[in-house]
């Protein structure tokens, strides 16, 4: 069998994506050919489709492939439609585990070929299995032979047992661990041939600037390198010939787990292996727990629901138990000794735990949080944030953050997100405001009071930041800045390679490592003779700005919302730290631990953050391309059927990220001709760039606002969504999801399009102006979306002329105080005298519809007409904050100036 010229090895999301329809197609031919409807040439050409992709997968294997290409061509037309459908079956459940392949090769009609891999056969099935690539110049023609010397390494005491994959090229290594998210492991050649025998344009676009091949050849280094930065959670093992001495002392060859000389121990490859992915697999706090529930103990302490005793000797409330399971029950405990941890101040377990998870995310260390990330970003502010800090802030962001603040005493100065009006939410913080208010802090010499800038990554409707260019731009202007990335909702993005350089751990690691280059110094001092002694803040906002390495103090922190995106038990959170100056806060660190966290910590949610982690560090590559292919079918199917279509549109990038900040040109996921290497160079350029597994879709054009859309769904149909908006709703593919999934929402958009249709089929001209009317009204009527004003006088006492920063806290504090609080209906003719004439209205408090989600006004905010006019227009049923009944919660105008008048005395 041939491969077709279309084909590219470098054509991943459809390869990925496809393999499994290609070989249903594929069988489907097979089958034809044999009932007599087909033949033997439209087989070949279906099988050429998958061809490729099969050189980088053990499943089904050569040995497999060579002898389905034998039948093809002895005309065993029967034979051949047999192999390939169940081919596809093993395929189509994925080959994740030993038991459903197993299930997928038995049945009737037994054939010679030996369709369960060997990696299942005997006693070995039931055990985890994976796939290790091996990277050889040895000819094609001896991988068979050498794939059965790996076999027979195998022991009944292995943990895993894994199969092998051989490829003999940098690119087809390259390919395979991208292709193949069952590979765990890597073991290379200390060189090989640069070049694939296949096409792979793109592929080369991109790493042939980078990898400097010499006469044809790349080195295992090289390729190593390459290989963690796609997917870190590999292992790579380095056979040479040469020197190893020297190589192991080499710190390039820091990214390698281990290097062999030639394959003189070739046991201990195979075991160093298998430890590898054990040391991965390892659950310290998880397994312990599993233990601890085995043992017979006694509970005298203040937990009566341990055990399970109380619950399973009642009849009243048994149920729950046979709900739950004994097990839930027996690994319940409020003890921190008995081979137990203690989350405030873990020092056994659970620091094992944290520390893996540190290693898997990248950070120097992590904490484990169980009440949610809401907590988390408390933390954090506290820890870093002294009263009278300043903090910039983005004004759309999470609402644990303003009360952060609001207890830790810090002044936020909030920055504006770019609105996108028409769907009645915001985007992310340009850049240039950010810059804009650090130098206008510098120029009133208040620079020094700034201490974090503090953002949303990605928001909730996919926006992720070029978080790399602006931290390297921040620190450039403020070398010691705190950096606080709250990445609730895309904790998942660290195990994709189109998504963890925007990370900000991903971020950080890159340039911790530029950071020790020796051309980031010579860099710097090139621009800096550029700008000359005392550029203007115009040259500064217009240049792309390179910090001082010498000065640079990195201290980043990342939340992430664990149970958001992995496979955590919700309230899940994690904090993750890279701070070069972490030890001198350590002790506020666990001084902000102590006053959130709870001292009775919920002991299945440590277990399932330990749990998420070696799931992730196992398979969350693979988890993660599947949730951006289901992505992907979801926009292509809404937006390309002819009837979902009229009604219904899933936004683009184009939609959701203006022009001018997509500097590479890229469009969008579904534009034609978009390959893989436009999206890596939009991730790399663009100043904002879409996470795709977050869907926004329009149903205003549906005549649904996003909370009756929501509602629908949810009541008739049984799908759950999360945010909505004024005219849409947020789908999330996740790693839970399945083409099953997409065949139930596409079913029923199908169903509720064709009641639309129906219904103004029937109603006549009435029915039909009424639902124009109604679209109209959600799609183009919309408010403006209100910008922060500024806080009273009262509450900047020590504020500058060129920043907005204002100090929350005391207005929060001032409203508790109810005799200096007043309420006016928000229709009341006395708020438009006011904001006409005065005197100011200042809000007392938060207040948040939802949606949009994000705080319309805060303590000390000065409100404005904008801001009025929006909460006037407003139609949803939940604003927190703002009690309808009584009206605008407000500070009295005589206690404002009573304090103005304090503070300039």
Known sequence: MTTTSQDRIDSFFILHAARADRWRAAADVADRWASGEGDRAAVKAALADVLI??????????????????????????????????????????ADTANTLERASEGEGQDDIDFVPSVL??????????????????PANRWPALAD?????????????????????????????IVNPRIAAVVTADDMPYRSRHDAPVLRSIIDPVIKAEHGQASGIDLARAIKAIRPELDVYMLSDRNVEAMAGDPRADCLRRIFYAVEEPMELHLSVLEGVAARFSTPFFENLKRYAQRPIGTFHALPIARGKSVFHSDWIRDMGEFYGINLFLAESSATTGGLDSL??????????????????GADRVFFVTNGTSTSNKMVVQALVKPGDIVIVDRNCHKSHHYGLVLGGGQPLYVEAFPLTRYSMYGAVPLASIKKALLDLRAEGRLDRVRMLDLTNCTFDGHMYNTRRVMEECLAIKPDLVFLWDEAWSGFARWSPFLRPRTAMGAAGAIEEWLRDPAS????????????AKPSDKVLMETRLIPDPRKVRLRVYQTNSTHKSMSAIRQGSMVLVKDVDYAHVESQFHEAVFTHASTSPNQQIIASLDVARRQMELEGYGLVMNAISTALKIRATVNGHPLISKYFRVLGADDMIPAEFRQSGFVDFLKPGTNWGDIIKAMREDEFYLDP?????????????????????????????????????????NINNTRSDIAHLVRVLVEICREIENRLRDGGETVQAAFKARVKNLMEDVPDLP??????DAFRGDAGDRTSEGDMRTAFYGAYVEADCEYLPLNSPEVDKRLKNGPELVSANFVIPYPPGFPIMVPGQVLTAETIGFMRKLDVKEIHGYEAARGLKLLKPDVLKARSSKKKA
């Open 53 to 94: 992709m099969e050189e980088f997968h053990a499943v089904p294997g050569a040995k497999i492939m060579r002898a389905l290409d034998q039948r093809i061509e002895a005309d065993d037309a029967a034979g051949t439609a047999r192999a390939v459908r169940r081919i596809s079956e093993v395929i189509l459940v994925e």
């Open 121 to 138: 056969g005997g006693g070995e099935r039931g055990r985890p299995s994976f796939e290790t690539l091996f990277v050889t110049a040895q």
């Open 149 to 177: 010397e790996m076999r027979r390494l195998r022991r009944k005491e292995d943990q895993f047992v894994y199969e092998p994959v051989f490829v003999g090229s940098f690119e087809d290594a390259f390919c395979a661990v």
């Open 344 to 361: 405030l101040e873990p020092t056994g377990n659970i620091k094992k735990a944290q520390d893996y998870a540190a290693r898997a995310f």
């Open 521 to 532: 110094l010579a860099a710097y001092e090139a621009q800096q003779a550029k700008l000359g």
């Open 693 to 733: 597994t977050r869907m926004t879709m329009v149903c205003g054009t549906a005549g649904f606002d996003g909370t009756q859309f929501k509602g629908l769904l949810a009541e008739r149909f049984d799908i759950q969504l999360n945010k909505t908006s004024r005219n849409s709703v947020l789908l999330q593919s």
């Open 787 to 792: 910008n922060f004003s500024r806080f009273h």
